[in-house]
């Protein structure tokens, strides 16, 4: 399970590298994506790094007209990340509905119990 900042840097990867697979995104279209008051460029290049490690993309530094860019390819587990958060939310949902109707179900015999004792 990814964390907060990983979870919104790999949400703005695979926008910006969805229908191709893999692009040339540049950290200032990276922080725009995402927001640039949460990140700096340092914190943006740990959180990639650590993507990267964990298997979501592929990644190469390159250099256009003196700017550094980052050569994205999203691997398997990249391509599939919008199915993982949908699982995600799905379970969640299921989970806490799950633990409503437990709740309900426990103070209903709290209230038979008392009816009877």
């Known amino acids: 399970m990814l964390s907060k900042k990983e979870n919104s840097v790999m949400?703005?990867?695979?926008?910006?590298?969805k229908e191709r697979a893999s692009g040339l995104v540049?950290?200032?279209d990276l922080?725009?994506?995402?927001?640039?008051?949460?990140?700096?460029?340092?914190q943006l290049e740990k959180v990639l790094q650590a993507l990267s490690q964990d298997g979501y993309f592929d990644m190469i530094y390159s250099d256009r007209r003196g700017e550094t860019v980052y050569c994205i390819s999203l691997t398997e587990k990249g391509k599939a990340y919008s199915r993982e958060r949908k699982v995600f939310k799905r379970n969640l949902v299921y989970r806490l509905g799950l633990s409503a109707v437990f709740a309900v179900i426990?103070?209903?015999?709290?209230l038979i119990l008392k009816a009877v004792f």
């Open 26 to 28: 540049s950290p200032i």
């Open 106 to 110: 426990s103070f209903l015999i709290g």
């Open 11 to 17: 949400n703005a990867v695979y926008l910006l590298c």
């Open 31 to 42: 922080l725009k994506v995402v927001g640039g008051k949460q990140f700096t460029l340092s």
